[in-house]
Protein backbone atom coordinates (compact mmCIF):
# COMPACT_ATOMS: atom_id res chain seq x y z
CA UNK A 1 0.00 0.00 0.00
CA UNK A 2 1.02 3.68 -0.56
CA UNK A 3 2.75 5.34 2.35
CA UNK A 4 2.21 8.73 1.70
CA UNK A 5 0.33 10.49 4.42
CA UNK A 6 1.22 14.14 3.91
CA UNK A 7 -1.07 16.51 4.40
CA UNK A 8 -1.29 19.44 1.98
CA UNK A 9 -2.39 23.04 2.23
CA UNK A 10 -4.94 22.85 -1.03
CA UNK A 11 -5.70 20.64 -3.66
CA UNK A 12 -3.63 22.45 -6.43
CA UNK A 13 -0.07 20.98 -4.69
CA UNK A 14 -1.20 17.09 -5.64
CA UNK A 15 -0.77 18.23 -9.16
CA UNK A 16 1.30 16.30 -11.09
CA UNK A 17 3.93 13.17 -9.71
CA UNK A 18 1.38 11.01 -10.50
CA UNK A 19 2.81 6.99 -10.75
CA UNK A 20 3.53 5.18 -13.63
CA UNK A 21 2.14 1.64 -13.18
CA UNK A 22 3.17 -1.54 -15.12
CA UNK A 23 0.67 -2.78 -17.31
CA UNK A 24 0.49 -6.70 -17.13
CA UNK A 25 -2.15 -8.59 -18.73
CA UNK A 26 -2.69 -5.97 -21.93
CA UNK A 27 0.61 -6.51 -23.29
CA UNK A 28 1.46 -10.05 -22.18
CA UNK A 29 2.02 -11.49 -25.65
CA UNK A 30 4.23 -8.21 -26.43
CA UNK A 31 8.12 -8.36 -26.48
CA UNK A 32 9.16 -6.02 -23.89
CA UNK A 33 7.97 -3.92 -21.09
CA UNK A 34 5.10 -1.04 -20.86
CA UNK A 35 4.55 1.51 -17.86
CA UNK A 36 1.22 3.86 -18.31
CA UNK A 37 1.77 7.25 -16.47
CA UNK A 38 -2.04 7.00 -15.13
CA UNK A 39 -3.06 11.02 -15.12
CA UNK A 40 -6.08 10.50 -13.45
CA UNK A 41 -3.85 10.49 -10.23
CA UNK A 42 -4.14 14.60 -10.69
CA UNK A 43 -7.05 16.01 -8.72
CA UNK A 44 -8.74 17.03 -11.56
CA UNK A 45 -8.36 13.34 -12.73
CA UNK A 46 -6.27 14.58 -16.11
CA UNK A 47 -2.82 15.97 -17.26
CA UNK A 48 -4.62 19.50 -18.30
CA UNK A 49 -3.82 20.06 -14.39
CA UNK A 50 -0.43 20.75 -15.25
CA UNK A 51 -0.69 23.18 -18.11
CA UNK A 52 -3.81 24.95 -16.46
CA UNK A 53 -1.36 25.51 -13.05
CA UNK A 54 1.64 25.87 -15.09
CA UNK A 55 0.29 28.58 -17.98
CA UNK A 56 -1.51 30.31 -14.66
CA UNK A 57 1.34 30.61 -12.63
CA UNK A 58 3.60 31.83 -15.41
CA UNK A 59 0.92 34.89 -15.82
CA UNK A 60 1.77 35.40 -12.25
CA UNK A 61 5.18 35.45 -12.34
CA UNK A 62 4.98 38.21 -15.48
CA UNK A 63 2.52 39.57 -13.36
CA UNK A 64 -0.10 39.70 -15.88
CA UNK A 65 -2.65 38.26 -13.23
CA UNK A 66 -3.52 40.24 -10.32
CA UNK A 67 -6.23 39.18 -7.64
CA UNK A 68 -9.64 38.91 -9.49
CA UNK A 69 -8.46 39.04 -13.05
CA UNK A 70 -9.80 36.98 -15.37
CA UNK A 71 -8.71 33.78 -16.97
CA UNK A 72 -10.32 32.85 -20.78
CA UNK A 73 -10.37 29.82 -22.28
CA UNK A 74 -12.49 27.51 -25.31
CA UNK A 75 -12.86 24.14 -23.78
CA UNK A 76 -15.96 22.42 -22.34
CA UNK A 77 -12.99 18.90 -21.94
CA UNK A 78 -10.99 18.46 -19.17
CA UNK A 79 -8.78 21.57 -20.18
CA UNK A 80 -11.65 23.71 -18.77
CA UNK A 81 -12.22 21.93 -15.51
CA UNK A 82 -8.46 22.12 -14.33
CA UNK A 83 -8.83 25.90 -15.25
CA UNK A 84 -11.63 26.35 -13.16
CA UNK A 85 -10.43 24.41 -10.59
CA UNK A 86 -6.95 26.33 -10.27
CA UNK A 87 -9.07 29.65 -10.68
CA UNK A 88 -11.47 28.80 -7.44
CA UNK A 89 -8.16 28.02 -5.38
CA UNK A 90 -6.37 31.09 -6.40
CA UNK A 91 -9.47 33.88 -6.81
CA UNK A 92 -9.78 34.50 -10.35
CA UNK A 93 -12.91 34.54 -12.29
CA UNK A 94 -13.23 31.86 -15.13
CA UNK A 95 -14.91 32.03 -17.64
CA UNK A 96 -14.93 29.11 -20.74
CA UNK A 97 -16.52 29.84 -24.27
CA UNK A 98 -17.78 26.24 -25.07
CA UNK A 99 -19.56 24.80 -28.15
CA UNK A 100 -23.58 23.92 -27.81
CA UNK A 101 -22.31 20.54 -29.14
CA UNK A 102 -21.08 20.09 -25.21
CA UNK A 103 -23.47 17.58 -23.13
CA UNK A 104 -25.34 19.35 -20.23
CA UNK A 105 -23.21 17.34 -17.92
CA UNK A 106 -20.04 18.96 -18.59
CA UNK A 107 -21.48 22.39 -18.85
CA UNK A 108 -22.75 21.57 -15.27
CA UNK A 109 -19.52 20.01 -13.92
CA UNK A 110 -17.84 23.41 -14.53
CA UNK A 111 -20.37 25.61 -13.56
CA UNK A 112 -20.36 23.21 -10.33
CA UNK A 113 -16.40 24.51 -10.06
CA UNK A 114 -17.67 27.96 -10.46
CA UNK A 115 -17.06 28.97 -13.94
CA UNK A 116 -18.95 31.19 -15.99
CA UNK A 117 -19.64 28.97 -19.33
CA UNK A 118 -20.89 31.18 -22.37
CA UNK A 119 -22.59 28.52 -24.97
CA UNK A 120 -21.97 29.13 -28.07
CA UNK A 121 -23.50 27.63 -31.75
CA UNK A 122 -21.73 24.32 -32.61
CA UNK A 123 -23.27 24.91 -36.41
CA UNK A 124 -21.44 28.77 -36.89
CA UNK A 125 -17.75 28.99 -38.84
CA UNK A 126 -14.30 29.88 -36.21
CA UNK A 127 -14.46 33.61 -37.98
CA UNK A 128 -18.38 33.70 -36.97
CA UNK A 129 -18.57 36.42 -34.03
CA UNK A 130 -21.45 33.90 -32.26
CA UNK A 131 -18.68 30.91 -32.34
CA UNK A 132 -16.61 30.00 -29.14
CA UNK A 133 -13.41 31.17 -30.94
CA UNK A 134 -14.43 34.65 -31.67
CA UNK A 135 -16.40 35.05 -27.92
CA UNK A 136 -13.32 33.76 -26.10
CA UNK A 137 -11.07 36.80 -28.15
CA UNK A 138 -13.62 39.39 -28.01
CA UNK A 139 -14.03 38.97 -24.23
CA UNK A 140 -10.45 38.79 -23.46
CA UNK A 141 -10.18 42.26 -25.50
CA UNK A 142 -12.57 43.28 -23.80
CA UNK A 143 -11.74 42.20 -19.90
CA UNK A 144 -8.60 44.39 -18.76
CA UNK A 145 -5.62 42.34 -17.54
CA UNK A 146 -7.46 39.13 -18.95
CA UNK A 147 -5.61 36.16 -19.80
CA UNK A 148 -6.72 33.56 -22.81
CA UNK A 149 -5.04 29.87 -21.98
CA UNK A 150 -5.43 29.14 -25.66
CA UNK A 151 -4.09 25.58 -25.44
CA UNK A 152 -3.31 24.72 -29.28
CA UNK A 153 -1.55 27.89 -29.77
CA UNK A 154 0.73 28.45 -26.32
CA UNK A 155 3.92 27.33 -26.26
CA UNK A 156 4.08 27.14 -22.52
CA UNK A 157 1.57 24.42 -22.85
CA UNK A 158 4.71 22.57 -23.90
CA UNK A 159 6.81 24.09 -20.98
CA UNK A 160 4.08 22.51 -18.50
CA UNK A 161 4.89 19.12 -19.34
CA UNK A 162 9.31 19.91 -20.13
CA UNK A 163 9.24 20.77 -16.40
CA UNK A 164 7.02 17.90 -15.13
CA UNK A 165 5.76 15.07 -16.91
CA UNK A 166 9.29 14.57 -18.60
CA UNK A 167 11.11 14.76 -15.81
CA UNK A 168 8.65 12.69 -13.81
CA UNK A 169 9.28 9.92 -16.43
CA UNK A 170 12.81 9.77 -16.64
CA UNK A 171 13.17 9.26 -12.82
CA UNK A 172 10.52 6.94 -12.42
CA UNK A 173 12.10 5.03 -15.52
CA UNK A 174 15.71 5.54 -14.27
CA UNK A 175 16.44 7.00 -17.44
CA UNK A 176 15.68 3.31 -19.06
CA UNK A 177 13.29 4.33 -21.01
CA UNK A 178 13.38 3.57 -24.39
CA UNK A 179 9.59 4.85 -25.87
CA UNK A 180 7.76 6.95 -25.63
CA UNK A 181 3.68 6.82 -26.71
CA UNK A 182 1.09 9.29 -26.16
CA UNK A 183 -1.85 10.89 -28.09
CA UNK A 184 -1.61 14.05 -29.59
CA UNK A 185 -4.13 16.68 -29.24
CA UNK A 186 -2.79 20.58 -28.87
CA UNK A 187 0.38 18.63 -28.77
CA UNK A 188 1.78 19.31 -25.68
CA UNK A 189 1.87 16.80 -23.74
CA UNK A 190 3.91 14.80 -26.16
CA UNK A 191 6.47 17.83 -27.45
CA UNK A 192 6.76 19.05 -23.80
CA UNK A 193 7.36 15.14 -22.59
CA UNK A 194 9.90 14.13 -25.39
CA UNK A 195 11.57 17.24 -25.81
CA UNK A 196 12.68 16.58 -22.14
CA UNK A 197 13.47 12.51 -22.48
CA UNK A 198 15.31 13.42 -25.76
CA UNK A 199 17.58 15.98 -24.01
CA UNK A 200 18.87 13.04 -21.63
CA UNK A 201 18.90 10.83 -24.25
CA UNK A 202 18.37 11.09 -28.43
CA UNK A 203 17.95 7.36 -28.74
CA UNK A 204 14.10 7.71 -26.91
CA UNK A 205 11.43 6.77 -30.21
CA UNK A 206 8.58 9.33 -29.28
CA UNK A 207 5.45 7.87 -31.08
CA UNK A 208 2.56 10.44 -31.35
CA UNK A 209 -1.36 8.47 -31.66
CA UNK A 210 -3.81 9.89 -34.00
CA UNK A 211 -7.55 9.55 -34.92
CA UNK A 212 -8.72 8.49 -38.35
CA UNK A 213 -10.24 12.07 -39.10
CA UNK A 214 -7.56 14.23 -38.10
CA UNK A 215 -4.62 15.99 -40.06
CA UNK A 216 -1.57 15.66 -37.54
CA UNK A 217 -0.03 11.91 -39.40
CA UNK A 218 -0.69 13.46 -42.89
CA UNK A 219 1.29 17.03 -41.69
CA UNK A 220 3.98 15.46 -39.46
CA UNK A 221 4.92 13.01 -43.17
CA UNK A 222 4.55 15.61 -45.57
CA UNK A 223 4.29 19.04 -44.00
CA UNK A 224 1.37 20.06 -45.99
CA UNK A 225 -1.76 20.62 -44.46
CA UNK A 226 -4.84 17.96 -46.22
CA UNK A 227 -8.21 18.89 -45.54
CA UNK A 228 -9.19 15.76 -47.24
CA UNK A 229 -7.70 13.88 -44.19
CA UNK A 230 -10.20 16.14 -42.37
CA UNK A 231 -13.85 13.51 -41.46
CA UNK A 232 -16.18 13.29 -38.17
CA UNK A 233 -14.78 10.55 -35.84
CA UNK A 234 -15.88 9.69 -32.30
CA UNK A 235 -12.85 10.12 -29.78
CA UNK A 236 -12.44 13.41 -27.79
CA UNK A 237 -9.22 15.38 -27.47
CA UNK A 238 -7.25 13.50 -29.69
CA UNK A 239 -6.16 14.24 -33.34
CA UNK A 240 -7.07 17.71 -34.96
CA UNK A 241 -8.38 19.53 -38.01
CA UNK A 242 -5.80 22.18 -37.75
CA UNK A 243 -2.15 22.38 -37.08
CA UNK A 244 -1.67 23.46 -33.82
CA UNK A 245 1.55 25.00 -32.71
CA UNK A 246 1.52 23.95 -29.46
CA UNK A 247 2.68 20.30 -31.60
CA UNK A 248 6.73 20.18 -32.45
CA UNK A 249 6.61 17.82 -35.01
CA UNK A 250 10.03 17.98 -35.44
CA UNK A 251 10.59 15.84 -32.15
CA UNK A 252 7.98 13.13 -32.87
CA UNK A 253 9.52 10.49 -34.89
CA UNK A 254 5.96 8.93 -35.98
CA UNK A 255 2.57 8.99 -35.54
CA UNK A 256 0.03 5.65 -35.87
CA UNK A 257 -3.40 6.15 -36.73
CA UNK A 258 -6.02 4.40 -34.31
CA UNK A 259 -10.17 3.89 -34.92
CA UNK A 260 -12.64 4.78 -32.66
CA UNK A 261 -13.88 1.05 -32.46
CA UNK A 262 -11.08 -0.59 -31.66
CA UNK A 263 -9.95 2.38 -29.14
CA UNK A 264 -13.58 2.21 -27.46
CA UNK A 265 -13.33 -1.90 -27.29
CA UNK A 266 -9.50 -1.10 -26.10
CA UNK A 267 -10.51 1.34 -23.52
CA UNK A 268 -12.97 -1.02 -21.93
CA UNK A 269 -10.60 -4.00 -21.95
CA UNK A 270 -7.67 -1.60 -20.04
CA UNK A 271 -10.53 -2.01 -16.89
CA UNK A 272 -11.18 -5.46 -17.10
CA UNK A 273 -7.31 -6.47 -17.70
CA UNK A 274 -5.30 -4.01 -15.86
CA UNK A 275 -8.38 -2.60 -13.34
CA UNK A 276 -7.41 1.12 -14.98
CA UNK A 277 -10.70 2.61 -15.33
CA UNK A 278 -9.04 5.46 -17.55
CA UNK A 279 -10.59 7.38 -20.55
CA UNK A 280 -10.89 6.65 -24.39
CA UNK A 281 -7.88 8.23 -25.30
CA UNK A 282 -6.28 6.15 -22.47
CA UNK A 283 -7.71 3.08 -24.94
CA UNK A 284 -6.24 5.07 -27.83
CA UNK A 285 -3.01 4.76 -26.75
CA UNK A 286 -3.33 1.36 -25.70
CA UNK A 287 -4.44 0.64 -29.41
CA UNK A 288 -1.53 1.82 -30.49
CA UNK A 289 0.57 0.14 -29.06
CA UNK A 290 -1.09 -2.62 -29.61
CA UNK A 291 -0.55 -1.80 -33.42
CA UNK A 292 2.69 -0.88 -32.92
CA UNK A 293 3.95 -4.68 -31.39
CA UNK A 294 2.04 -6.04 -34.14
CA UNK A 295 4.25 -4.42 -36.65
CA UNK A 296 7.74 -5.21 -34.69
CA UNK A 297 8.67 -2.02 -33.30
CA UNK A 298 9.05 -3.10 -29.78
CA UNK A 299 11.80 -6.17 -28.68
CA UNK A 300 12.92 -8.11 -25.45
CA UNK A 301 14.97 -4.41 -24.19
CA UNK A 302 12.21 -2.12 -24.91
CA UNK A 303 10.79 -0.37 -21.62
CA UNK A 304 7.76 1.53 -23.18
CA UNK A 305 6.46 4.49 -21.46
CA UNK A 306 2.49 5.04 -22.72
CA UNK A 307 0.39 8.51 -21.02
CA UNK A 308 -2.95 7.93 -20.01
CA UNK A 309 -4.46 11.30 -20.07
CA UNK A 310 -7.64 10.95 -17.70
CA UNK A 311 -10.33 9.26 -16.19
CA UNK A 312 -12.98 7.04 -17.32
CA UNK A 313 -16.08 8.60 -15.03
CA UNK A 314 -16.00 11.60 -18.11
CA UNK A 315 -17.19 8.95 -20.33
CA UNK A 316 -20.12 7.31 -18.81
CA UNK A 317 -22.22 8.27 -20.97
CA UNK A 318 -20.29 6.90 -23.94
CA UNK A 319 -17.40 4.30 -24.00
CA UNK A 320 -18.54 3.01 -20.97
CA UNK A 321 -22.71 2.62 -21.94
CA UNK A 322 -23.39 -0.42 -23.56
CA UNK A 323 -26.65 1.64 -25.37
CA UNK A 324 -23.74 4.37 -26.67
CA UNK A 325 -21.54 1.27 -27.93
CA UNK A 326 -24.71 -0.61 -29.52
CA UNK A 327 -25.80 3.04 -31.39
CA UNK A 328 -22.26 3.45 -33.10
CA UNK A 329 -22.46 0.16 -34.42
CA UNK A 330 -19.48 -1.16 -31.94
CA UNK A 331 -20.86 -4.08 -30.76
CA UNK A 332 -20.44 -6.78 -33.33
CA UNK A 333 -24.21 -8.64 -32.63
CA UNK A 334 -23.33 -10.19 -36.07
CA UNK A 335 -20.60 -12.58 -34.30
CA UNK A 336 -22.69 -13.15 -31.26
CA UNK A 337 -25.57 -14.24 -33.56
CA UNK A 338 -23.24 -16.27 -35.12
CA UNK A 339 -21.81 -17.81 -32.34
CA UNK A 340 -25.46 -18.84 -30.86
CA UNK A 341 -25.86 -22.96 -30.39
CA UNK A 342 -27.85 -23.88 -33.18
CA UNK A 343 -31.03 -26.16 -32.37
CA UNK A 344 -32.40 -28.83 -34.68
N1 LIG B 1 -6.69 12.90 -24.23
C1 LIG B 1 -7.63 13.71 -23.72
C2 LIG B 1 -8.81 13.12 -23.05
C3 LIG B 1 -7.50 15.09 -23.86
O1 LIG B 1 -8.45 15.91 -23.36
C4 LIG B 1 -6.37 15.61 -24.54
C5 LIG B 1 -6.25 17.10 -24.71
N2 LIG B 1 -6.84 17.63 -25.86
C6 LIG B 1 -5.42 14.72 -25.05
C7 LIG B 1 -5.61 13.36 -24.86
C8 LIG B 1 -4.21 15.18 -25.82
O2 LIG B 1 -3.30 15.91 -25.03
P1 LIG B 1 -2.56 17.14 -25.67
O3 LIG B 1 -3.58 18.20 -25.92
O4 LIG B 1 -1.55 17.54 -24.66
O5 LIG B 1 -1.95 16.70 -26.96
Known amino acids: MKED??????VLQLIGNTPLIKLNKIT???????????????????????????????????????????IIETTSG???????????????????AVSSKASNDKIDMLKTMGAKVY??????????????YQVAK??????KGSVYINQYFNELNIDAHFNSTGPEIWKQTEGKITHL?????????????????????????????????????????????DSGEIYPYRIEGLGKNLIPS????????RFVKVSDE???????????????????????????????AEEGEFDENSKVVVIFPDHGSRYMGKVFSDDWMEEQGFFDTKNEIEAQPIEF
Open 5 to 10: LQVYDN
Open 28 to 70: REFKGEFFAKVEAFNPGHSAKDRIALYIIEEAERKGILKPDST
Open 78 to 96: NTGFSIAMVSVIKGYECIL
Open 119 to 132: VCPAHVSADDPRSY
Open 138 to 143: RLHSET
Open 181 to 225: VACSGTGGTISGTARYLKQQNPEVKVIGIDAYGSVLKKYHETKEF
Open 246 to 253: ATDFEIID
Open 262 to 292: DSAHTARELAKTEGLFVGYTSGAATQGLKQL
